[in-house]
């Protein structure tokens, strides 16, 4: 499903009333919810927003478990790296359990060490849960599956760090892999989620804004084969359901 808006902060409310629902439904079900957060800038005032009394006020933080869809190889404090913006943005400001920062260690010798350590964490984490993702592991031995996916889209079409062209819109094996090469804004290596990951999600919430990124969604949705041999957000096609925010302007 698609909703657009003028601008991102009509975005950035409608993304905050969606979260809320989700992580709601989801803690009431079963007791947690799993969120991967989406890096750069897009959803900087989302975060902010689920933030503000008194959108903060309606989550049980306890209980809510965050994750990261990729990460830039750059230190924790570094302003550009994926977990300082949603760490500025929000985990400081709400009182979420330190042990529910789920953020991908850039802190090891290279990103192959950063994503197999990624993984072990995520496959330790879904196998200590009583309920929810562990009884769909039980189904689907290979793959977790996080109660919401937020991810964002480079202007030449590339989510998470899946860039076009990257031998990882194949990968079929890897929960957590690494984009070892400088690419990207800024150019630097990369530790993803991947493809099989991402698609296994219960909800998935891609925001979106500028005139470029609305041209790659509509080409996605008007010409889903084409596209997919271009663009690797258009290979995104989860379990569950997938709604695109857009904002007009940038
Ligand atoms: C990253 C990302 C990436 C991002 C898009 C859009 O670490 O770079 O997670 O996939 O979502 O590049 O970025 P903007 O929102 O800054 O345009």
């Known amino acids: 499903m698609i909703q657009q808006f003028q601008n991102i902060e009509q975005v950035s409310n409608a993304a905050v009333r969606r979260i809320i629902e989700i992580a709601r439904t989801a803690v009431a079900a079963k007791g947690f919810c799993t969120i991967v957060l989406a890096g750069g800038k897009t959803p900087q005032l989302t975060y902010e927003y689920l933030g503000n009394a008194p ?5 049980f933080w306890q209980q809510i478990h965050f994750f990261w869809g990729d990460e830039r190889w750059l230190a924790a404090s570094h302003p550009d790296s994926n977990f300082f913006m949603a760490n500025k943005a929000l985990l400081a400001r709400v009182p979420i359990p330190h042990n529910n920062i789920h953020r991908i260690n850039t802190g090891s010798a290279n990103p192959e060490m950063g994503a197999e350590m990624y993984e072990k964490h995520l496959r330790a984490f879904f196998l200590q849960r009583p309920s929810g ?10 793959f977790p599956s996080f109660d919401l996916v937020i991810l964002g889209m480079g202007t030449d079409g590339h989510t998470a760090s899946i860039f076009p062209g990257s031998n990882l819109l194949e990968e079929e094996k890897k929960w957590v892999a690494a984009v070892p090469q400088g690419i990207g804004a ?3 290596a990369r530790v993803t989620l991947t493809l099989p990951v991402l698609n296994r999600a219960e909800n998935t919430l891609f925001l979106i804004s500028g005139n470029r990124k609305r041209e790659i969604l509509h080409a ?25 925010l857009v904002a007009e302007k940038d």
């Not at 996605?220 to 695109?244: D, F, M, N, Q, V």
Request: hydrophobic share 45%.
């Open 186 to 188: 800024p150019p630097v």
């Open 220 to 244: 996605i949705l008007t010409r889903p084969a084409e596209a997919e041999a271009i663009y690797p957000a258009a290979r995104i096609k989860p379990a569950g359901s997938i709604l695109w």
């Open 133 to 142: 993702a562990e009884n769909k592991m039980a189904g689907d031995m290979s």
């Open 55 to 59: 959108a903060s006020q309606q989550i």
